[in-house]
């Protein structure tokens, strides 16, 4: 069966993003605000410096702390205490995790991305139903946050409700035709329900979309050996070679497998 490979680059890179925002957003107050927001913009540098570093709990008491003297400004509140949550993902404590996009929502009850990595969280604790209704009122603060859409798909994946899940998809790829992620998840998704012939199409797309990712082919791979087309599984296994030979190793076996 298709197996979808997580890779942390994604997640770092959408970190990288929520640091990028709450410093932009203390620039803009310590033109008009004191003390406090200048601590907050000292110990964010200092949250940067850690994590570039891999000290990862010094950033996140950075963060929590920038979240305590911040707290009379929402948002930076908010926004600090999801980049020490998504630190506490990245180190895989989860349940660290959710707690503190909790707390980030109960700062910023309108802050979209904290719900959505509240969702992201409780996924990973495979507490899916609670997930489901985080992702929800991301989509409902902001309809065009296309990760809360699509960790619904996701989601509804990893109850084994694929006709949801295709459904969601479906609607991720119409409302953002240029996320490959959909396209992808998608192919799973079909293949899955034992429909690998329609679910190649959805591969190509996503490849052609985005040709770096080796996850892409992987899941190309595994939908054309359901197909019993090994000329093709074998070139996508080529492919993998090239960005992730750990990966083609696997892939490699299953392809041996098929053959045998």
Same mark, same amino acid.
């Given at each position: 069966?298709?197996?979808?490979?997580?890779?942390?680059?994604?997640?770092?890179?959408?970190?990288?993003?929520g640091v990028?925002?709450?410093?932009?957003?203390?620039?803009?107050?310590?033109?008009?605000?004191?003390?406090?927001?200048?601590?907050?913009?000292?110990?964010?540098?200092?949250?940067?410096?850690?994590?570039?570093?891999?000290?990862?709990?010094?950033?996140?008491?950075?963060?929590?702390?920038?979240?305590?003297?911040?707290?009379?400004?929402?948002?930076?509140?908010?926004?600090?205490?999801?980049?020490?949550?998504?630190?506490?993902?990245?180190?895989?404590?989860?349940?660290?995790?959710?707690?503190?996009?909790?707390?980030?929502?109960?700062? &910023?009850?309108?802050?979209?991305?904290?719900?959505?990595?509240?969702?992201?969280?409780?996924?990973?604790?495979?507490?899916?139903?609670?997930?489901?209704?985080?992702?929800?009122?991301?989509? &409902?603060?902001?309809?065009?946050?296309?990760?809360?859409?699509y960790?619904?798909g996701?989601?509804?994946?990893? @109850?084994?409700?694929?006709?949801?899940?295709?459904?969601v998809?479906?609607?991720?790829?119409?409302?953002?035709?240029?996320?490959? @992620?959909?396209?992808?998840?998608?192919?799973?998704?079909?293949?899955?329900?034992?429909?690998?012939?329609?679910?190649?199409?959805?591969?190509?797309?996503?490849?052609?979309? &985005?040709?770096?990712?080796?996850?892409?082919?992987?899941?190309?791979?595994v939908?054309? @050996?359901?197909?019993?087309?090994?000329r093709?599984?074998?070139?996508?296994?080529?492919?993998?070679?090239?960005?992730?030979?750990?990966?083609?190793?696997h @892939?490699?076996?299953?392809?041996?497998?098929?053959?045998?």
């Amino acid at each position: 069966m298709p197996r979808r490979i997580v890779q942390l680059s994604k997640l770092n890179q959408l970190f990288s993003a929520g640091v990028m925002v709450l410093a932009f957003a203390l620039a803009t107050l310590a033109q008009t605000a004191g003390d406090a927001v200048k601590e907050a913009q000292r110990l964010t540098r200092v949250a940067q410096t850690a994590e570039a570093q891999n000290r990862n709990d010094d950033a996140i008491k950075a963060y929590e702390t920038i979240a305590l003297i911040a707290k009379s400004s929402p948002a930076i509140a908010s926004s600090a205490l999801v980049n020490a949550g998504g630190l506490y993902m990245r180190t895989g404590r989860f349940d660290k995790a959710a707690n503190t996009f909790r707390a980030a929502v109960a700062a &910023n009850p309108g802050s979209a991305v904290a719900q959505n990595n509240l969702g992201e969280a409780l996924g990973e604790m495979k507490q899916y139903q609670a997930a489901l209704r985080a992702f929800q009122q991301a989509v &409902n603060l902001d309809s065009s946050l296309v990760r809360a859409r699509y960790n619904m798909g996701v989601t509804y994946e990893r @109850l084994g409700q694929m006709k949801y899940a295709e459904f969601v998809y479906k609607i991720v790829i119409r409302e953002h035709p240029d996320f490959p @992620l959909a396209y992808d998840s998608l192919g799973v998704t079909l293949s899955k329900s034992g429909r690998p012939r329609d679910a190649i199409a959805y591969h190509q797309k996503a490849i052609m979309l &985005n040709p770096g990712d080796p996850t892409f082919h992987y899941n190309a791979a595994v939908s054309y @050996l359901m197909l019993g087309d090994i000329r093709n599984a074998q070139e996508q296994k080529r492919q993998v070679e090239k960005m992730d030979p750990a990966m083609a190793e696997h @892939l490699a076996v299953m392809i041996a497998k098929r053959q045998n």
